[in-house]
C-alpha cells in the first residue's frame, strides 16, 4: 500500500515538473512575439474597439441645396451679400454654438420657489450657455434681419437660412426666438406706448437690450379651442392698464422678457362674453422695474417629452399688470400673423432637424464598418438614407417658397394671387413637415443601431423634440380643417391659385429625361385628379369633410411639394440627384391619398360607423 501511495506521488511530480517545463517554454515563446501580438489581451477591461463619433463641418458650405436654391430665390447681388455671413455663421454652428447646445441639453432649467430663509422668490435657473445663445441671437441678428430690411422682400429668406443653420443646435433657442418673431409682427404695427419700446427691444441686436417674447395662451382646458377654453379675467385700472387674473397651463419660455396673451374683460356690472368674441389679446412684461415678477406665480416646471432644455411652465397671473393690444373682443383674429410666423419657424426647425440629423447619419455610415464593411457600402442601408434625403428635400424647397412669399406679403409686394397662395401653403407646410419631422427622426435614429437610443450620443434629443412639432401651434387636425377654413374663406379661390402655381412650377418640359418626362406626367394627372376631385368636395356634408380633411391636406402638400422638386430638377443643368429626387417623390408614392381612400369609400358615413367598431367596439 505504501509503495502505491509513493508511485503515485512520483507521477504527480513528473507532471508538475513536465507542466513546469512546458509553461517555461510557453512564456519564453511568448516573450518572442510582436508588441501586436502582446497585446491581444491588453484591452480585456475596456474592449480594443472605440467607435468614431459622427461630426458635421460648416453647414453652410456643406449644403449644396441651400446654396442653390438661394442663388435662385436671390438677386446675384444680395446672394453675393449674404453668402460670407452664411458661410461664417456655418463656422459658429458647428464650433461655439454646439458646445452650448450641448451644455444647455445636459443641463434642464431648474425652478427655485424659495429662498433659504422662506421667501417666494420664482427663480428660473438656466445653464449659462443659455444666456450665451440669447447673445448670440442677437449678435447675429437672427431676429432682427427682416425688420430691419436692409434686403426688402428677399430680408425674410436671409433670416430664415440663417435660423437653418442654427436651430439644429440651438438648444432649443430657437423655440424663444420664434415667439419673438412673431410678438415683433404684431408690435410692429403699433404707434402707442410700452409697445414701441417692446418692439424695439424684440428687435434689437445689442444683447444687453434684446428681449424675447412667450405666448400665453394654454389654460387648464388645453387644445386648440381657445375661445371656450380660456378663464383668464383682465380688469380694468383707472390709469388705462389692466389686471390680469387666471391660470396659465403651459407657458413656454417662460423666463421670457414679456408676453402676448388672451383674457376676458370684466365689464363694470362684473359680466363677462363668452367664447371667441370675448377674448381680448394684451401685453405683459414679465417682471417689474425691480426685476420682481410682475403679479406672477410661478407653480411648477412642466416635465415633458421632449423640449426638457427650454422652461415651460404653469403659473398663476395674480394681478399681472397689463396693456389692452387689440380690439375688445378680436384676440384671436389679431393673433392670427403671429401664428403664421410662428407656424413657419415650427417648419424650420422639423427640415433643419431633419437635415442635420441626416448629415450625422450619412457620415457614421462612412465610419461605422458591420459585417465585412462600411454601412455605405450595404445597399439597404443606403436606400434608406436615400428616402429620408428625398423627404428632407422635399420639406425644403416648400419651407423656402413660404419664406419667400411671405417676404413679399411683408414688403407689399405681393400679388392677390400669391397672397391666396401663401394663406393656403402656410398651414400645409407646418402640418406636413412636422409629420416628416417625426418619422425621419425615428428612422434616423435606427440608422445608428444601439447608438441612437443612448442619451449621451446626442442623438436621442432628435426624436424627443420633433413630437413637439405636431403639436405645438396646431395638430395635424387641426391645421387640416384650418386648409379647408383657407378655401371656403376665399370662396375656393386659394385652392385655384395653388393649382394654378403648380401647373406654373411644371411649366418646363424636359423632353431628353426619362425621369423628368415620367414625373411630368403623373404630377399633371395628380393635379387634375384633385381639381375634379375638388369640384365635388365642397359640396360633402360637414362628416365626409371633417374625416378626408387630413388626407386632403397631405394630396394638396405631395403634389405641389413635386412641383417644387420637379421645377427645381429641371433648373439644375441636368443633375442627377435632383432628377432622382423628383422622380422618386412623384412616382414613388401615392401622391393624392384623398382621391384613392374616397374611391374605396372611406370618407362615407358607412364608414365612420365602421370607424366607431374597430375603435369603440361599437356602432
Known sequence: MLQIKKFSALNQLRKWNLYSQWMKRFSTAMSKKSDANTSLFSGSCTGSFFQ??????????????????????????VFNDIEVDLQNF????????????????????VLEQYDAWGKRVDNIIMHPSWKSLHDIAAKEKLISIPYDNNYEEWSRIYQIAKLYLFSPVSGLYSCPLAMTDGAASILKKESREPFITAFDNLTSNDSNV????????TEKQGGSDVGNGTETFAVPQTDGTYKLYGYKWFTSATDANMSLTLARIVDKSGRITKGSKGLTMFYLETRKADES???????KLKKKLGTRQMPTAELILDGATAYQLSEIGRGIASISPMLTITRIHNSVMAVSNM???????????????AFGTQLCNHPVHVQILARMEVEQQGGFVMLMKVSSLLGRVENKKASDYERLVFRILTPLLKLYTAKQAVSTASEGLESFGGHGYLEDTGLPVFLRDAQVLSIWEGTTNILSLDVLRSIAKTEGEALKALFTDAFTLISKTHNSNNLL?????????????????????????EAYLSSAARDFAYSLSRIYIGCLLYENAVNSCNNDASTHVAYRWAVCQDLIPVVTNDRKSLYSTH?????????????
Open 355 to 369: 437635415r442635420r440629423l441626416l448629415n450625422l447619419s450619412k457620415d457614421f455610415a462612412r465610419k461605422r464598418s
Open 52 to 77: 468614431d463619433k459622427p461630426e458635421v463641418g460648416n453647414q453652410f458650405t456643406g449644403d449644396h441645396l441651400l446654396k442653390s436654391v438661394l442663388k435662385k430665390l436671390l438677386p446675384a447681388d
Open 517 to 541: 418626362q415620367e414625373s411630368h406626367k403623373v404630377l399633371t394627372n395628380a393635379i387634375h385628379a384633385m381639381q375634379h376631385f375638388s369640384n365635388e368636395f365642397h359640396r360633402k356634408d
Open 210 to 217: 434684446f428681449w424675447t417674447s412667450g405666448q400665453w395662451m
Open 90 to 109: 456655418g463656422e459658429s454652428v458647428s464650433g461655439e454654438i454646439l458646445a452650448h447646445h450641448n451644455n444647455v441639453c445636459c443641463n434642464e432649467p
Open 607 to 619: 364608414s365612420h360607423r365602421f370607424d366607431n367598431l374597430i375603435t369603440y367596439g361599437d356602432l
Open 293 to 299: 415678477l410682475n403679479g406672477i406665480r410661478i407653480e
